[in-house]
Antibody
Framework: EVQLVESGGGLVKPGRSLRLSCTAS????????MSWFRQAPGKGLEWVGF??????????EYAASVKGRFTISRDDSKSIAYLQMNSLKTEDTAVYYC????????????WGQGTLVTVSS | QSALTQPRSVSGSPGQSVTISCTGT?????????VSWYQQHPGKAPKLMIY???KRPSGVPDRFSGSKSGNTASLTISGLQAEDEADYYC?????????????FGTGTKVTVL
């Protein structure tokens, strides 16, 4: 069974940093691209970024709203994906979801339960 | 990229059919056959219901179906059941190295009367 468990959320002041982790199980983590999405309270879903598998260079892409502030990385030996968030703004307040990208098509097929990040002074 | 346009809400009685539209542009919905639909119950993570416009993942009831015409995709729920009451989001691929690889719809609340 595919499982994705996010951790590291919490309350942080504007301008500070936070790192989220996503621990995966139930599949060969290194074979898959991984994404992060977010959902502000009472709002819709927003793509944050993703990291390709090492077979495809392990490269990353980011939404314009977080580019230059957020960094996604992965540790295939531990089956963990990370989201490093710097220079946080109040508008970054959201539930952050870790997801797995499908192997054979362009969609995200499994989601973690999410972790809440609150940016407030 | 702007969000894809969905109706705010749709409703139907048990056993009826409802259809949710999702309108984008030629840069997203119209440009790729990579439209997905997600179901989200309150306080829960989204669940993939449809991908590649009309394909269902294993375990998703065949009451759920998807289609696309031009820049508009649609999700139809036939034989509506109480557990189908949830928020539904469409999602389209919008190309690599663009401001948003994935663009989401505004979300539709499905109410089972």
């Amino acid at each position: 069974e595919v499982q994705l468990v996010e951790s590291g959320g919490g309350l942080v002041k504007p301008g500070r940093s936070l790192r989220l982790s996503c621990t995966a199980s139930g599949f060969t983590f290194g074979d898959y691209a991984m994404s992060w999405f977010r959902q502000a309270p009472g709002k819709g879903l927003e793509w944050v970024g993703f990291i390709r598998s090492k077979a495809y260079g392990g490269t990353t892409e980011y939404a314009a709203s977080v580019k230059g502030r957020f960094t996604i990385s992965r540790d295939d030996s531990k089956s963990i994906a990370y989201l490093q968030m710097n220079s946080l703004k109040t508008e970054d307040t959201a539930v952050y979801y870790c997801t797995r990208e499908a192997m054979t098509t362009v969609t995200t097929d499994y989601w973690g339960q999410g972790t809440l990040v609150t940016v407030s002074s | 990229q702007s969000a894809l346009t969905q109706p705010r809400s749709v409703s139907g009685s048990p056993g009826q059919s409802v259809t949710i539209s999702c309108t984008g542009t030629s840069s997203d919905v119209g440009g790729y056959n990579y439209v997905s639909w997600y179901q989200q119950h309150p306080g829960k993570a989204p669940k993939l219901m449809i991908y590649d416009v009309s394909k269902r993942p294993s375990g998703v009831p065949d009451r759920f179906s998807g289609s696309k015409s031009g820049n508009t995709a649609s999700l139809t729920i036939s034989g509506l059941q109480a557990e189908d009451e949830a928020d539904y989001y469409c999602c389209s691929y919008a190309g690599s190295y663009t401001p948003h690889n994935y663009v989401f719809g505004t979300g539709t609340k499905v109410t089972v009367l």
